[in-house]
């Protein structure tokens, strides 16, 4: 498998041609964005910790029947995927208030959901990514409604099997972003389960382990980054 033309590059991923047409490679980077490219910089190794995570979770999710983008891990920082074309609608799983959960609805953070929150948001840089609702999705032709209930469902299903998972680890899953995307009429589950976009705390002291802490400065970001990859792979 060859690595060809540079396809795109995002604010955490270079994506790259192959001589497959069906098959890309995504290379991770250290660069690190928050509120909307406002804040930069860099977490040394994000990269590394991001595409092994990744490679981990997606490999878990597809032995327990959650069919995803990903193929195999390539190196320490690429991973060879299937090519998607991908729907603008980001959906966020939520199982307990945190973020900006917590500023809408005046709930202090850290209060657990009595049932899992799904919302949906616009998949757009220059926007922000706006929350919008199944309305918008049918008015806009952002998703067909099929497309949308396999998302929902999966979503659901991804939160049933990561719940445990990072229980067992000693690591609360509080929130997490999913991207979907086509593949030869299916709907795979895309893009990464990191740490920059779930909220993993300690189960014990709260401590966030996540990008939460570059947004807020807190420090030993590298650190959290390395913990939660050790605990993922134990």
Do not use: Q
């Not at 977490?43 to 490679?55: D, T």
């Not at 706006?130 to 998703?143: Q, R, T």
Request: include cysteine.
């Amino acid at each position: 498998m060859e690595k060809g033309e540079r396809l795109y590059e995002g604010k955490a991923k270079i994506i790259y041609s192959t001589d497959d047409p069906d098959l890309v490679v995504l290379y991770f980077k250290d660069e690190a964005t928050a509120f909307d490219g406002k804040k930069k910089g860099i977490i040394e190794s994000k990269g590394v910790v991001n595409n092994r995570m990744s490679s981990r979770i997606f490999e878990y999710l597809e032995e327990r029947g959650v069919r995803t983008h990903f193929v195999k891990m390539l190196s320490e920082r690429e991973m060879l995927v299937r090519r998607l074309e991908i729907i603008p609608v980001e959906v966020i799983v939520r199982n307990v208030v945190a973020g900006s959960l917590a500023k809408r609805m005046g709930v202090e953070e850290g209060t657990p959901l009595k049932e899992t929150v799904l919302e949906l948001y616009y998949k757009s840089d220059p926007l922000g990514d706006p929350m919008i609702n199944e309305y918008h999705i049918k008015a806009f032709g952002l998703a067909e409604e099929d497309e949308l209930r396999v998302m929902k469902e999966t979503a659901l299903r991804v939160n049933d099997l990561l719940k445990p998972f990072f229980d067992e680890r000693g690591i609360i899953l509080v929130d997490f972003k999913l991207e979907f995307g086509r593949h030869r009429g299916d709907i795979l589950l895309g893009d990464e389960i990191t740490p920059d976009g779930c909220r993993l705390w300690d189960r014990e002291t709260k401590e966030k382990m996540d990008k939460d802490r570059f947004r807020r400065d807190l420090g030993r970001v590298e650190e959290a980054y390395r913990d939660v990859l050790e605990k993922v792979l134990s």
